[in-house]
C-alpha cells in the first residue's frame, strides 16, 4: 500500500462518523424539511440531497400507513391525508416549518 491509498484511508474513516444519515429530526430542525397540508413532509428552500432521502423514505411509509386506514375506514385516502396533516402541524414544536392548504411556508 502506498502513501496515497494509506491517506485516503485514513480520510474515509475520519470522514465516516461525520456522514451519517440525516433523520427526519435533524431534518426538520434545520429547517430543510417541513410538514405539508397533506400529511406529507416536503422539502424547503433549504432542503439539500440528504433531505430529499428522508423526505421520499418518509412519504413512502407515511402513504403505506395512511392508505392502510382508508382502507380500514373505507374513505378516500385524500381524507385520510387532510387529517393527518391537521394532527402533524398541530404538534410540531415551535421553530419548525409547516407549508399551509394555499401552499405558503410558515414557521411555528
Do not use: C, H
Not at 496515497?4 to 474513516?13: D, G, H, N, P, R
Not at 427526519?24 to 410538514?35: P, Q, S, W
Amino acid at each position: 500500500m502506498n502513501i496515497k491509498s494509506l491517506l485516503i484511508a485514513a480520510a474515509l474513516l475520519i470522514a465516516s462518523p461525520l456522514s451519517f444519515a440525516l433523520t427526519l429530526d435533524e431534518a426538520r430542525e434545520k429547517g430543510m424539511l417541513g410538514e405539508n397540508a397533506s400529511g406529507y413532509v416536503e422539502m424547503t428552500p433549504r432542503g439539500n440531497a440528504d433531505a430529499k432521502a428522508v423526505m421520499v423514505e418518509i412519504n413512502s411509509k407515511r402513504k403505506s400507513k395512511y392508505q392502510a386506514i382508508a382502507n380500514e375506514q373505507n374513505t378516500a385516502l385524500k381524507n385520510i391525508e387532510k387529517i393527518a396533516g391537521e394532527k402533524i402541524t398541530e404538534k410540531l414544536p415551535a421553530g419548525q416549518f409547516y407549508k399551509d392548504v394555499n401552499g405558503k411556508w410558515n414557521k411555528k
